[in-house]
Structure formats: structure tokens, C-alpha cells
């Protein structure tokens, strides 16, 4: 059985954190309830599924152990992940705002998607991705009437030996500039979203927006929490991508504006130094890659996309 968190301990712990003072026979009554639990999944079936219910048993036992956690503090709790469901549905999910704005859900990204000789780094997911986003040809615009800074956004996509992977399915999202995605105005249209292929060379390119800084969802529990905390709901700036092909690992990522204000303060813990790119703002009536006329300012930025081998 792992360590308890040993409760009878005065000194500071990880962080500063210390660990009070129990009496022996306090903590024996406490460890005994640990042991009683973990031994109620002996018969389990499934190795896999024994092996993390014990875990989190042990973690969460000692947790509750560690901080001396009060009954009202877990009544608090209890109404807290209540709430959260409540305020869930098939357009917000504050379960994985949750899990994003406490780190779990990078730290799974990082767990799973393991560095592979020099393949795109992965991260989060993030809450707002649907499934039927309107395909667009290359040099299309995934837009689609959304407000905001047109971006040319070009690059390739590889493998881990530099060949070409053609016909991978790149999906792209985002939000527009005043930082909400389409599914937050209306559950039917579709914009500053899409998805096209690469061609035979791997290249790929398409008009989006200029990403800009964003709050998360902040009128529910998790906005309370991080208020509660004295910690910003915002979002570094970034442009989802979801990229696939039968000869890569699935990836899962954004890329994120060099010099962005928010940077490393990212409310999700999603930015990574490899996914900073420079998207090079352009003045009024500079020539556009594929002709097109724009009277304001755009932006282009390059992202070469590299894919771990699959399973690996």
C-alpha cells in the first residue's frame, strides 16, 4: 500500500504544505479504513480498472488525511462537482474546464503523447470541438463571415523521416475577436472552423483569423473557483488543429502567437515553447499569397506539422 500521507507528521510538506499533527490512534483508525476500502476491489475482474480505483482511493484517502479535510469543506465540494453537471450540456462541458484549469487534463496530453524524435507536440483538446465542421479547399477560409483579423496560415504536414503525408485530415477551430467560438452564439452555424487535406506534398494552406486572447467560461463553478483563487479565466491566443492520417500518431494541438500578453499565464497550462509561432502582421493592401484583396491589416504565419508514427 502506497504512503498515506503520514497526517502525524508537524513538518512543512511539497509546496509548503504541512502535515498536521494526529494522534497514533486516530491515524490507525483512518489508515484501517484505507486498508478495508482497497480490499473491497480484490475481486475486480479487470487488472486495469483494480489498479486505478485503488490509486485513487489511496490518493484521494490521502488527501482528505493530509489537509484534515472538514465535513462542510466536502458538503462544499460535493455541491461544487453538482453544479458543475448541471451547467453541462451538449455545448458546454465544464467538467473538462475543470479538468483543464487544474493542469489534469495537459498532464494527461503529456502522459499519452509521449516525445518522439521530433514530432509536433501535443495539447489540450479543449471543450469547444465539433464533430461536423464544413470542409474547405486548399487556400479556402475557414472563417466563414466570423469578426476578426484575416490570418494566412500555410505549412506541411510529415512524417518523423520528413516524407510527405498526403490526404491527412487537418481540423481547425477557433475563436473570433471578441473571444467567443460559434457553438456560443448559436448550436447550428458553423464558423472559424473547418477542415481540409493535404495535398500530394503534404502542403496544406487556408485563411482563418488572427488568434486574440480569450476568457474561458467563467459564469459557472470553475469561473467561481479561479476567482476564488485570485487566478485569470484567460486564454493565451491560439488556433486549434487536429490533425490525422493512417501513418501518424493523431495529434491533438494549437500553435500560439509569439510575444502574446497572456503566454505562459495560459488559464489551462496549454502553451509549450515548440507551439509559439510568429505570425507576422501585414499593413493595409499588402499582397495576399493567393491574390486576395484586404483593405485592413492580416497576419501569416507558418506551421509545419510533423506526426509520431502511429502507436507510438
Known amino acids: ?31 484501517k479504513l484505507v486498508e478495508n476500502v482497497v480490499a473491497s476491489f480484490a475481486g475486480c475482474p479487470d487488472p486495469r480498472l483494480k489498479e486505478v480505483m485503488v490509486a485513487l482511493v489511496e490518493h ?22 453538482t453544479n ?30 509521449a516525445a518522439y524524435k521530433d514530432a509536433t507536440e501535443a495539447t489540450v483538446f479543449g471543450p469547444f470541438f465539433v464533430e461536423d465542421s464544413p470542409r474547405v479547399e486548399l487556400g479556402g477560409d475557414v472563417a466563414f463571415g466570423a469578426p476578426g483579423e484575416p490570418c494566412w496560415v500555410e505549412g506541411t504536414v510529415t512524417d518523423t523521416d520528413g ?30 472552423r473547418g477542415h481540409l487535406f493535404s495535398a500530394e506534398d503534404g502542403g496544406y494552406r487556408f485563411w482563418a483569423l488572427t488568434p486574440t486572447p480569450y476568457p474561458i467560461p467563467d459564469d459557472g463553478p470553475v469561473g467561481r473557483m479561479l476567482a476564488a483563487v485570485g487566478r485569470s479565466p484567460l486564454r493565451a491566443s491560439h488556433l486549434h488543429f487536429m490533425v490525422g492520417h493512417e501513418n501518424g500518431r493523431t495529434l491533438v494541438t494549437h500553435i500560439f502567437p509569439e510575444g502574446d500578453p497572456i503566454g ?11 507551439l509559439i509561432k510568429r505570425f507576422e502582421r501585414q499593413p493595409p493592401g499588402s499582397p495576399t499569397p493567393d491574390g486576395r484583396v484586404i483593405e485592413g491589416t492580416w497576419s501569416k504565419v507558418r506551421f509545419d506539422i510533423v506526426l509520431a508514427p502511429p502507436g507510438a
Open 163 to 192: 516524407d510527405p503525408l498526403a490526404g491527412a485530415r487537418i481540423e481547425v477551430w477557433e475563436a473570433d475577436e471578441t473571444g467567443l467560438y460559434d457553438v456560443q452564439y448559436d448550436g447550428a452555424k458553423r464558423s472559424a
Open 84 to 113: 458543475a453537471g448541471h451547467i453541462t450540456d451538449d455545448v458546454r462541458q465544464e467538467f473538462i474546464l475543470l479538468s483543464d484549469t487544474l493542469g489534469a487534463s495537459m498532464q494527461t496530453i503529456n502522459v499519452n503523447n
Open 60 to 81: 484521494l484517502h490521502a488527501f482528505i488525511r493530509e489537509v484534515r479535510l472538514t465535513e462542510q469543506e466536502w458538503r462544499a465540494a460535493i455541491d461544487f462537482l
Open 264 to 274: 505562459w499565464n495560459d488559464s489551462v497550462f496549454g502553451v509549450k515553447e515548440s
Open 1 to 31: 500500500m502506497s504512503n498515506q500521507g503520514n497526517p502525524g507528521s508537524a513538518q512543512a510538506g511539497t509546496q509548503g504544505r504541512v502535515h498536521r499533527e494526529v494522534d497514533p490512534a486516530q491515524q490507525a483508525v483512518e489508515a
